[in-house]
């Protein structure tokens, strides 16, 4: 009994802590044009932002938690929001906040990683997508 306790347990808090939006934002670059423009000029970049979102699913495909699409560090419900559009727009979002026009180098991952935990037939994943991009004027 206490066995099954124990991996309710562990479950619940791998749901409780994988299930969020995270957007980091890195503007330290010491002063240095990362690349040019079309017309050959350098461009100072205003910040590098990294948006990363993860949820947890039952049987693979269905929601319990899953990050925010709207807000930095929320989560939602038995929704399926894991998704690159989202992660997208959780970065031009910022970028626009922090008074960019536009986003390069743009790259993107999206990953799938079972959590072999079997109490009779439930099982859990957790997805991940993240986004990264510089943001200029």
Known sequence: ????????AF????????GCSTVQTGENFNNQALFTDDKGVS?????????????CYVLGFI??????????GDFEM???????KNAVG???????????NRVVDLRSQYTEKPVWIL???????????Q???????
Do not use: Y
Request: with cysteine.
């Open 63 to 72: 929601p319990l938690w899953a990050g925010s699409p709207e807000n930095d």
């Open 90 to 100: 959780l970065l031009t979002k910022k970028s626009k906040e922090l008074g960019s």
């Open 78 to 84: 038995f929704s399926n929001t894991i998704k690159v």
């Open 131 to 137: 986004v990264s991009a510089t943001c200029t004027k």
């Open 1 to 8: 009994m206490k066995q099954i306790v124990s991996m309710i």
């Open 119 to 129: 109490i009779s037939t439930f099982w859990v994943s957790v997805r991940e997508v």
């Open 11 to 18: 479950v619940m808090m791998v749901v409780a802590l994988s």
């Open 43 to 55: 461009v100072a970049p205003i910040s590098h932002i990294n948006v990363r979102m993860n949820g």
